[in-house]
């Protein structure tokens, strides 16, 4: 084969000189951004009734901590560490290693009072740390002492409200009607989410202090009951971030997609990678209760 002399256009070095300082202009600012993995505390620990989801059976982890610890995995955002001892891993020492705590748990915890103050004072308060609660974290710090329930205010102010029973059994589909389909953590769920799952119903339930994002549509529920029952909201407390979603009794929720790409949104809104409002919406409330007597008569 006959070769053949190709021209190659010749480039001036100061050409080459701007690619250079182009090309580490771009990348320098990607390099500049990268931050740690975000780290999370799950406690599981259940002093009252113990779900399906957080038990542990031979000693192997449950359903909704692997659930999360796989989630942390397959993104790459964060990792889990679960324990189900409160007395010994949530402690100021220990929460200082981590951005995020969830709680899956029912009764009152055994956490110090010193440790409790930290958290709720301090740690909590400080930008770029958030709280997590999945279904009965309402049915944590619950009493029917109205004295008793004032010591637990420090945790249901943050929660944003307490169980008063479920209507609504682990076998029932519900309709849900999500007011604010742009926030991050409801943007899978998308403007109206039809589940099966154990949903409660609140007391200690503040609306002007929380942003509610989704609801059930008593028009499309069994039992249909004259009152707002929220199933998911946010609120911000300090400089940090709450987030509770009144899903997970079964375990089939910790696979659903939407439910666990809420979860990951909600890290990343957490931390600060997602912009997403929490002024409460009190008016929201308000309106789906009417809506809730109107449906209940029909």
């Known amino acids: 084969m006959k070769e053949t002399n190709m021209m190659k256009p010749e480039i001036p070095l100061s050409i080459l000189a701007l690619f250079f300082v182009l090309a580490i202009s771009w990348t320098a600012p990607v390099q500049a951004k990268e931050i740690p993995k975000t780290k999370i505390l799950m406690l599981t620990e259940s002093k009252g009734f ?12 449950a359903t909704a901590e692997v659930a999360m610890i796989q989630l942390g995995q397959k993104t790459g955002l964060f ?34 009072p010193e440790d409790r103050d930290y958290f709720i004072n301090d ?21 029917n002492d109205p004295k008793k329930n004032e010591e637990f205010r420090w945790y249901w102010d943050m929660c944003g409200g307490t169980f008063n029973g479920h209507p609504w059994g682990a076998g029932t589909t519900v309709t849900m009607t999500v007011h604010d389909p742009e926030h991050p953590v409801m943007q899978p769920f998308g403007k109206v989410f039809v589940h099966q799952d154990e949903i409660y119903q609140y007391v200690n339930w503040q609306p002007e202090k929380v942003r509610v994002l989704m609801s059930l549509d008593m028009a499309n529920c069994k039992p249909s009951k004259p009152y707002h029952v929220p199933v998911a909201w946010v609120k911000s407390w300090g400089d940090g971030k709450v987030y509770f979603n009144n899903l997970g009794h079964r375990d089939e929720t910790w696979t659903n997609a939407a439910f666990l790409k809420s979860v990951e949104n909600a890290v990343k809104w957490m931390r600060g990678g997602l912009e997403g409002s929490t002024e409460p919406n009190p008016e929201v409330s308000a309106a789906e209760e009417e809506k809730a007597k109107a449906a209940a008569k029909e």
């Open 50 to 61: 113990t779900h399906g989801s957080v038990r542990r059976n031979d000693g192997k982890l």
């Open 79 to 112: 990792d889990v560490d679960c324990t189900q001892n409160s007395a010994a891993d949530f402690t100021k020492e220990n929460l200082e290693k981590y951005d995020i705590v969830m709680f899956y748990t029912t009764g009152e915890l055994p956490i110090a």
């Open 123 to 143: 740690w909590l308060k400080q930008k770029g740390h958030g709280f997590i609660g999945f279904h009965s974290a309402a049915d944590t710090y619950r009493t």
